[in-house]
């Protein structure tokens, strides 16, 4: 069936650093890819989305990059603080299903 | 205050007693959904609806019954639960756009634990 892979699946910067976090989907249906983060205890909140027609996106220190032909899409925050300590999620989705298939997570520890 | 609320928040039961988590959003949104959560494995869809008395199956189905009978309430039905239920359960539920599938807005999590 349809999945996503995401790496790493930990990852620990200095405070100031870049962080990258990577996916891969299989159905080349999906169209949408959003990443959300999920402090310790809390509920995932979307931090940014693209959608296919679209190869990269900002906001602030994060940004989104998509690659349709190789299945990729990443997920860059520069600038790291320690409150982006949270694990991360990506996932893909396909409009006509409104199927969401997500990664298995990347723990992001910034150290100050 | 735009929202999606579940309950219980927390429940401990025992194998085979039924239960029901309840799911609610006030955003008139479409689309509704259960993901249940476990460490390494990320968030699994467990079914989905898209609209009133429409549901379809997600990834993880299997010991899950659902009902879509108000636009705003989607709940969770466990039958006979078994202890690999054990898990943290999300709602989420999202607009259903002209460009296609949307943001998420998630419950803040019901935690159930099946002894």
């Known amino acids: 069936g349809e999945n996503v892979e995401q790496h790493p699946s930990t990852l620990s910067v200095q405070e100031g650093d870049s962080a990258v976090i990577k996916c891969t989907y299989s159905d080349s249906a999906s169209n949408y890819f959003p990443w959300y983060k999920q402090e310790l205890g809390k509920r995932p909140q979307l931090i940014i989305d693209i959608r296919s027609n679209v190869g990269e996106k900002k906001d602030q220190r994060i940004a989104v990059t998509l690659n349709k032909t190789a299945k990729h899409f990443s997920l860059h925050i520069t600038e790291t603080q320690p409150e982006d300590s949270a694990v991360y999620f990506c996932?893909?989705?396909?409009?006509?299903?409104?199927?969401?298939?997500f990664g298995t997570g990347t723990r992001l520890k910034v150290l100050a | 205050e735009a929202q999606v609320t579940q309950n219980p928040r927390y429940l401990i039961t025992v194998t085979g007693k039924k239960l029901t988590v309840t799911c609610s959003q006030n955003m008139n949104h479409e689309y509704m959904s259960w993901y249940r959560q476990d460490p390494g494995l990320g968030l699994r869809q467990i079914y989905y609806?898209?609209?009133?008395?429409?549901?379809d199956k997600g990834d993880v189905p299997e010991g899950y019954k659902v009902s879509r009978k108000e636009k705003r309430n989607f709940p969770l039905i466990l039958e006979s639960p078994s202890p690999n239920q054990t898990s943290l359960y999300f709602c989420?539920?999202?607009?259903?756009?002209?460009?296609?599938?949307?943001?998420?807005?998630f419950g803040a999590g019901s935690r159930l634990t099946v002894l």
């Open positions: 996932a893909a989705a396909t409009s006509g299903t409104y199927k969401y298939i």
């Open positions: 609806s898209m609209n009133v008395e429409v549901t």
């Open positions: 989420a539920s999202s607009f259903r756009g002209a460009a296609g599938a949307n943001v998420l807005t």
